[in-house]
């Protein structure tokens, strides 16, 4: 997707996976000859970026089409299982707990 090489924080915010932000951030660091405190400055921005971006999706979710928002909804579904499938008994214990008051 040309928008996450141009806009890596979309990808993340959207899909929850930071590879393309990753891949961003090391492009940056090796391109511009980033500094060791640059990296982390940049580390920062672009983390913002995520957590404003996510709330634009948030906010814009209830404006999809119905269809749309049940196929993101299965989408995450089958992330969480998969999540689950991951976990040892204690983990998912409190991966459960975590999930069932979150906001989410």
Do not use: H, W
């Not at 511009?32 to 400055?41: C, E, K, N, S, V």
């Amino acid at each position: 997707m040309s928008a996450g090489l141009a806009l890596p924080g979309v990808v993340t915010a959207c899909s929850a996976d930071g590879g393309a932000a990753d891949s961003y951030q090391r492009r940056l660091t090796v391109d511009y000859d980033l500094t060791t405190a640059q990296q982390r400055q940049l580390k920062i921005v672009l983390e913002r970026q995520d957590v404003e971006e996510l709330e634009v999706c948030r906010n814009e979710f209830q404006s999809l089409p119905k269809d749309v928002q049940d196929a993101i909804i299965r989408a995450r579904r089958r992330v969480e299982e998969r999540i689950r499938a991951l976990l040892d008994p204690d983990q998912l214990r409190r991966f459960d707990a975590a999930t069932t008051n979150s906001s989410r």
